[in-house]
């Protein structure tokens, strides 16, 4: 394989994963995803974080020839989810002398998850590890996004391994660096992978991000994705704006029907937001679109305008499966409409009405309930609804 060299002695060590269907079992990626680790070869050689167990054999194979056959001497585990801790074991086979480095909370987990107790090195903020020419500090980053998690930053080169933070869904196809790839085609990746895996630790991101602000950084090395050594700004201005709430004038639309109704009443107030000169417009169907994209979508933009039909009593199925994500993720800071249609006693409006409590995002106007198909009286306040949020969005 080529040797990529983030500088003299420090190399790229990832694989990418074009085969899995769902990262985490959970979040489709149709683009792929990478695991990257890095490599610093030195008077002593760390290694910092590991890959995906699928890929081992091929890991320990470019570690030996990076290595020269010498032995590697320290792990740094910036982070135990086993997509970076999978070939952990099989290191500590090959090298029974590494020894691990990271955070108390570190080591609680190798024990539980992997069964090591020795050969351990606790580090804390600011703790050095001398490697050679090299140097390797620490800083925690707790729950962006496990308990454990912790940046290491080489203070000659002035890298800093982020862990799962500035991560990206998406292979590296070919191009590694960020200068060496269209980042148009990671922006939508970049994004799910921050809303989803982290979003719901914004305010540990925001704590995070005020520590890397006093390290002098020249290139962010996380475990997924680009390595950004030349627009750091466009990384570190997106993960301001996420994990701040920031969000554009703009609107998500979505809703569960089956029949029909309840989408005809999103087609109504879609229409009035564009009238009323609102551009940004997304308006999805519960049950198809996967909840990863909506959720992105909600931290793109301000307005979230939710509908449902009513199904034995309750919200319909997909739309309570997204709800309940939303109000985990605890996102604030958004403008929120409701609508529905029901036949009998309703269930969709009403449940909707319980979330909106929850969620504690400001209601534009009043939840607009349809009996069947939509008629004149409630074609009016879906109007209404609509340009409640445009007077909002567009002031
Ligand atoms: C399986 C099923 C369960 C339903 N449960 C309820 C209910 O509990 N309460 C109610 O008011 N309407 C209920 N309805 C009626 C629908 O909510 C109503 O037909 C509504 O107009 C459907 O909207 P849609 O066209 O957007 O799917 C149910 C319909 C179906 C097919
Ligand atoms: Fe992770
Ligand atoms: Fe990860």
Redesign the pocket.
């Given at each position: 394989m080529h040797q990529v060299n983030l500088a003299e002695n420090i190399f790229y060590l990832g694989f990418n994963d074009r085969k899995t269907h769902l990262f985490e079992n959970l979040w489709p990626i149709p683009h792929g995803v990478s695991y990257n680790s890095y490599l610093i070869v030195d008077e002593k050689i760390a290694l910092i974080d590991t890959v995906e167990r699928n890929f081992v054999d091929q890991y320990l194979e470019q570690i030996e020839i990076l290595t020269n056959g010498r032995k590697v001497d320290y792990l740094v585990i910036n982070h135990m989810e086993p997509d970076h801790s999978g070939a952990l074991k099989a290191v500590v086979a090959k090298y029974p002398d590494i020894i691990l480095v990271g955070n108390k909370k570190t080591f609680d987990m190798v024990a539980n998850y992997y069964k090591i107790t020795k050969n351990t090195l606790e580090v804390y903020d600011e703790s050095e590890l001398p490697l050679g020419k090299h140097r390797l500090t620490f800083a925690t980053t707790p729950m962006v996004h496990w308990p454990e998690t912790m940046v290491s930053f080489e203070m000659t080169e002035k890298i800093l391994f982020t862990g799962d933070a500035f991560g990206s869904f998406g292979t590296l196809d070919g191009g590694i660096f960020d200068d060496e790839l269209n980042l148009d085609h990671y922006e939508e990746e970049l994004m799910r992978y921050f809303t989803n895996i982290v979003g719901k630790y914004c305010p540990h991101t925001q704590r995070a991000l005020k520590k890397i602000e006093t390290l002098d950084v020249k290139m962010l090395a996380a475990t997924h994705g680009p390595i950004w050594r030349s627009n750091l700004k466009y990384i570190l201005d997106r993960y301001e704006n996420w994990s701040s709430y920031t969000t554009d004038p703009g609107a998500v639309i979505v809703y569960g029907?089956?029949?029909?109704?309840?989408?005809k009443m999103a087609e109504v107030i879609a229409r009035q937001l564009a009238i009323r000169g609102v551009k940004n417009i997304r308006v999805y169907d519960a049950s198809k679109t996967h909840a990863s994209y909506i959720i992105s979508d909600i931290f793109k933009y301000k307005a979230f305008i939710v509908g449902s039909?009513?199904?034995?009593?309750e919200l319909f199925p997909s739309v309570e499966t997204l709800i309940t994500k939303i109000e985990h993720m605890g996102i604030k800071n958004h403008l929120l409409g409701i609508f529905g249609?029901?036949?009998?006693?309703?269930?969709?409006v009403k449940n909707l009405q319980k979330f909106a409590e929850n969620i504690k995002w400001e209601l534009a106007y009043e939840p607009v309930e349809e009996k069947?198909t939509l008629k004149a009286d409630k074609f009016q306040q879906c109007i209404d609804l609509a340009n409640a949020i445009a007077d909002r969005l567009m002031d």
């Open positions: 029907s089956m029949y029909g109704n309840t989408e039909a009513a199904y034995n009593n249609s029901f036949g009998w006693n309703g269930g969709g069947g």
